[in-house]
C-alpha cells in the first residue's frame, strides 16, 4: 500500500534497523520506543488485523522465535507483547524486553518511554538484539 510506513520497511525503501527477516516478514527496532530495544514484527502484506494474515501460524512463530531470542538476551526473562494498528494502519506486534527486575521500575519506565540518546545509543541497542549477522 502506498503512504504505509511499514510497507515501505518491508520492502526496503525506508531504512530500518531490522532485528530479523525470514520469507514475508520482518521484524525492526521502533524509532519512538516504550523501552530500548522494542521491536516491532510485522508481515511484509499490508492487513490491519492478526485474522487477515495469510499465514497466521508462521507469522505468530516469526513473532515467537524473537520473543524467545529477546528472553535469552534479557536478565529478567519477561518480555511485553501487544498487537497494536493505531498509528500506522499495518499489523504489527510489538515485542519489549524488559530492562528491571523490578516490574514497577518497568512500568514506570514505560510510562516515560525510554527513547535513545542520538544514533550511537540506538546502535549499540540493534547490535545487541539483532538476530540477524
Ligand atoms: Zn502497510
Same mark, same amino acid.
Given at each position: 500500500m502506498s503512504d504505509c510506513i511499514f510497507c515501505e520497511i518491508a520492502t526496503g525503501k525506508r531504512d530500518s534497523h531490522i532485528i530479523q527477516k525470514e520469507y514475508g516478514f520482518v521484524a525492526f527496532l521502533d524509532? !519512538?520506543?516504550?523501552?530500548?530495544?522494542h521491536t516491532i514484527a510485522i508481515p511484509n502484506?499490508?492487513?490491519? !488485523?492478526?485474522?487477515?494474515?495469510?499465514?497466521q501460524d508462521k507469522y505468530l512463530d516469526f513473532c515467537k522465535r524473537i520473543i524467545y531470542h529477546f528472553r535469552n538476551k534479557s536478565s529478567t526473562r519477561l518480555v511485553y507483547t501487544f498487537i497494536m494498528?493505531?498509528?500506522?494502519?499495518h499489523l504489527g506486534m510489538h515485542i519489549i524486553p524488559n530492562v528491571s527486575d523490578s516490574f514497577r521500575d518497568s512500568m514506570d519506565l514505560l510510562r516515560l518511554r525510554g527513547g535513545y540518546n542520538g544514533t550511537e545509543s540506538l546502535n549499540q541497542v540493534y547490535d545487541y538484539y539483532k538476530m540477524m549477522k
Open positions: 524509532i !519512538d520506543p516504550y523501552l530500548p530495544g502484506e499490508h492487513v490491519q !488485523d492478526l485474522f487477515s494474515v495469510y499465514n494498528t493505531h498509528k500506522v494502519p
